[in-house]
């Protein structure tokens, strides 16, 4: 018989690979326009945001999603009083905000972030997260960072410092921007906007001829 612990190690494997699948967005987006991209994410967060609103105002609908989903859902994305949005619906909104407002390398690396990254960071912290501060580990920080500093480097085009100061933010946004007051902050909208907007900020003060060939993709 499987311990709790088990349990949940291979819960979070499955959600994690959920997880990881969205990083086909970023690697679709590369390789075509801005405009055919909005076509795709905004029909995408639409759909997930309708189903969202739904299941928090019909029983019915609620029932099949918990149901169906239950086994991966987060403690806050489980039946309760509150109403919410669940993790799906904000990685369909943040790589909707992406592409709306940054450059494209900039969108895509910040995305490629919070697919892989944020999949490592878990996985690492729930086997190996011995140093713990309040719900993460410096293992689990590590790992994240470690898998950021692979994706600028694999990413071609993109500046190594911009993309260094985008791996530094969503590592820190990942370990410290958990909640704002009393609002819970969801990490697959926080990671991406965050690092994306120090990658922008990066190279509005300090390199501004690197805008225009951050949008240049083949």
Not at 82 to 90: D, P, R, V, Y
Not at 128 to 152: D, P, Y
Not at 164 to 190: H, K, P, Y
Request: proline share 4%; aromatic share 10%; net charge positive.
């Amino acid at each position: 018989m499987e311990t709790k612990d088990q349990l949940e190690f291979r819960f979070e494997v499955a959600r994690k690979a959920i997880h990881l699948s969205s990083l086909s967005i970023a690697i679709i987006y590369y390789h075509i326009s801005r405009e055919s991209a909005l076509l795709l994410l905004v029909p995408l967060f639409s759909g997930f945001f309708l189903v969202d609103m739904l299941k928090n105002y019909s029983s019915r609908i609620s029932a099949w999603y918990h149901q169906t989903f239950g086994s991966i859902l987060r403690e806050h994305e489980l039946p309760g009083d509150k109403k919410h949005l669940n993790g799906a619906t904000f990685v369909a909104l943040a790589a909707l905000l992406l592409v709306l407002f940054f450059p494209k390398l900039i969108a895509v690396a910040a995305f490629s972030m919070v697919a892989v990254s944020d999949t490592v960071a878990g996985l690492v912290g729930k086997s190996f997260g011995k140093h713990r501060f309040g719900h993460k580990s410096l293992e689990g920080s590590a790992g994240f960072f470690v898998s950021a500093l692979i994706i600028i480097m694999i990413i071609p085009g993109l500046h190594p410092v911009i993309g260094l100061v985008m791996a530094i933010t969503a590592t820190l946004t990942e370990a410290f921007l958990v909640r704002i007051g009393r609002f819970r902050v969801d990490d697959n909208l926080s990671i991406p906007l965050v690092s994306a907007s120090a990658g922008m900020l990066s190279a509005l003060l300090f390199m501004p001829e690197q805008l225009r060939l951050l949008s240049i993709c083949p």
